[in-house]
């Protein structure tokens, strides 16, 4: 695998349910990202971490957890979602604290019913 | 704190017409500035990014900008649209000696019709 991956690719979940996004990067970078893409919006940045510490945390609500376990892999926990929580969720990675861009995974299409 | 503005939300075109996506950014330091490119059920990559030296930058698929620091502006152009052009294009700014987290533009969806 090269450039960054992200599992599952679509996710339907009521919303009792708990599922979690897994991403990884191959690309050797210290800092991974979690944005939210509903239509009609700007692209929301929820989480970044550098070296598996997180920096930004953008207020997003309790129901989203982050996890970084390690510089080359991050989740996101999902639990008791809203309808409103279906987007396209985008995952991240890049060098921290230097103007580099940014290297997008294919996203997660999530559904919650 | 920086800002960006992409000021059309929809660019429709005809295929082989020249195109300008236009941004303006606002910072009070000197700044890094990015277009991605999203197709449908993709991801963003990265089509060109201003760090520093000429001011004309030539990315991918034919796509080219111009940074003009006096008009804080970082508009993208294409000489002639193709159908695979069609796709939702973001710009980007960092600010430097800040975070370094990017701020990105509402994005701009291009049509380009047959």
Redesign the interface.
Known sequence: ETG?T?TPRHLVMGMTNKKSLKCEQHLGHNAM?WYKQSAKK??E?MF?YSLEER??NNSVPSRFSPECPNSSHLFLHLHTLQPEDSALY?C?SSQ????D???????T?LTVL | AQSVTQLDSQVPVFEEAPVELRCNYSSSVSV?L?W?VQYP??????LL?Y?SGSTLVKGINGFEAEFNKSQTSFHLRKPSVHISDTAEY?CAV?A?GG????T????TSLIVHP
Do not use: D, M, T
Request: glycine content about 16%; proline content about 7%; hydrophobic content about 40%.
């Open positions: 960054v992200q990202y700007p692209l940045l970044v920096v930004e985008l991240a921290f604290g230097r103007g861009e940014q290297f997008f995974g294919p996203g299409r | 890094y990015f991605y059920n993709q991801g963003l990559q990265l990014k760090l973001f960092i430097s975070s370094y987290i990017p990105f533009g509402r994005g």
